[in-house]
């Protein structure tokens, strides 16, 4: 017997042995994987920073704005502001084609000297959000207001930022004579707030129908983050593989009405908040997996010893880091499907109780959920409340595929964002976009969808966007147009 047990003893010590090497070997390799090598050179870019910064102001002063009512929309705001583009870019208007899509959305073609190879598209979308509180604002929402180092406006950073930044690196180009080897695409929606449908789709329709193909797509969604990330002492570019999917329930509830005096057991309201709570006390699973799990895994190398530790052994530690991850908004959208409730109508009055309770649930869908699993769950949760699932008319529509970060195209992406920043490197690293963006229409022209616009973000500064006091950096804008530069060049070239 005590053989027996000794043997089972130092069995289990050199399995335990066993997994310790095992764990220190991972860490090791991981820790040999950081990029020490340094990029081509600096970006060389001839700025006027007051122009350049003068330029975005002016064109946050045109308020823009998509509404959710198709009625509303200003078309005469929209076709100020593109006079304004045209007036500021010249060289853009005057060398490459401009064609209006969907009334108010364009689309540049650059040809480039070999029209045989797959070409290149930017994208960036003129509507912004509206600003209903403008008295909240330090400087008025549609001022175009430069002040204590920022550009402030609505728009400052999603998206006319983008806009802007795109039609400046190609304004400069042009004046220095660059000749794109693949042809450039400059497309900018005017409905990407409320969905793109009349905007980037049907430019993905026009350039489908022309059997253009991609080498890569650039659209919003990803910027640089410092000291968000624990455990990473060097800036991050987050560069958007992956966008989460979209979808609203409409959920109703009725009940018999009448007297506030004499309630039944089961009211309207009574049982739609009951829906609502268990959304809420069930949610859908956690899964470290896809871009989320490949951003941790592209960190790793430049953490410390003890996390690059847990993160070289997602394996052993996944579950663990997940549970961490989620304790945080933003983490918690990263590893799973969320559901929020966004609106709640009920009653007309204080003493009559309702015959019907609606609310308005928006999920966002995690890649490998679909909106059709998304509603199977929602319906079979609340099977046995008297409650109707229907989906909204605001549209809905699946997860984006995951773009390859092993790909030319990402490989071009990643050295042109570390040319941009040479003087204080970086890492750059996958991500999912947990918001939706017009790129989600080009993925069937090209597997190199890839989102980021180019500044630094401080969770301060995003809170600005879609909110009060949106503004952007001036040092952080220059930087972005460098940025929109030096992919220009690299992905347009052979």
Do not use: C
Not at 60 to 79: K, N, V, Y
Not at 248 to 261: D, I, K, M
């Amino acid at each position: 017997m005590r053989t027996l047990l000794l043997r089972t003893l130092a069995g289990a010590f050199a399995l335990l042995l066993g997994l310790i090497a095992i764990l220190l070997v991972r860490t090791w390799q991981v820790g040999q994987q950081a990029d020490g090598a340094m990029p081509e050179g600096p970006i060389s870019m001839a700025l006027d920073t007051l122009a350049l910064v003068q330029r975005l102001a002016g064109a946050l002063a045109f308020p823009t704005i998509a509404h959710q009512e198709p009625t509303q929309l200003d078309s005469g705001a929209f076709r100020a502001f593109q006079a304004y583009l045209q007036h500021q870019f010249p060289h853009v208007h005057s060398r490459l084609r401009r064609e209006v899509v969907g009334g108010l959305s364009l689309l540049y073609t650059w040809p480039g000297q070999d029209t045989a190879l797959p070409a290149v598209l930017f994208l960036g979308h003129q509507d912004v959000v509206p600003a209903p509180d403008p008295e909240a604002w330090t400087y008025p929402p549609f001022a175009g207001t430069v002040a204590e180092g920022y550009v402030w406006g609505r728009g400052a950073l999603d998206d006319k930022l983008g806009v802007l930044g795109i039609l400046e690196a190609a304004e400069s180009l042009l004046q220095e004579g660059f000749q794109p080897v693949r042809t450039i695409y400059l497309a900018f929606g005017h409905d990407e707030e409320v969905g793109g449908w009349q905007g980037a789709r049907q430019i993905a329709q026009r350039l489908a129908t022309r059997r253009v193909v991609l080498i890569a797509v650039l659209d919003e969604g990803g910027f640089i983050v410092e000291d968000m990330i624990p455990g990473v002492r060097q800036p991050v570019a987050l560069v958007g593989v992956a966008e989460k999917g979209y979808l609203s329930l409409e959920l109703t509830a009725t009940a018999v009405g009448g007297h506030a005096s004499t309630p039944p057991s089961q009211t309207a309201i009574g049982v739609l908040s009951h829906a609502l709570v268990r959304l809420t006390e069930n949610p859908f699973p956690i899964r470290l997996a896809g871009p989320t799990r490949r951003l941790l895994e592209y960190i790793a190398p430049y953490t410390s010893w003890d996390m690059r530790l847990v993160l070289a052994n997602l394996w052993l530690f996944g579950p663990v880091v997940a549970r961490q991850l989620a304790r945080s908004p933003a983490g918690n959208a990263s590893l799973r499907t969320t559901a929020a409730p966004t609106i709640i109508e009920a009653g007309v009055k204080e003493n009559v109780l309702p015959t019907t309770a609606r609310a308005v649930v928006n999920f966002r869908i995690y890649p490998g959920e679909t909106v059709t699993s998304v509603t199977l769950r929602v319906r079979q949760l609340l099977a046995d409340l008297p409650v109707t699932v229907a989906q909204t008319e605001s549209g809905a529509f699946d997860p984006s595929p995951v773009s390859p970060t092993e790909s030319e195209a990402f490989q071009r992406v990643a050295q042109s964002i570390r040319r941009v920043h040479a003087e204080s490197p970086l890492i750059v690293a996958p991500y999912l976009v947990p918001g939706a963006t017009d790129a989600r229409y080009f993925a069937s022209l090209s597997p190199n969808v890839y989102r980021f616009i180019g500044v630094h973000l401080t969770p301060e500064l995003l809170a600005t966007v879609h909110g009060v006091d949106e503004r952007v950096p001036v040092d952080a804008y220059v930087q972005a147009v460098r940025t929109y530069y030096a992919l220009m060049r690299a992905l347009s070239g052979p």
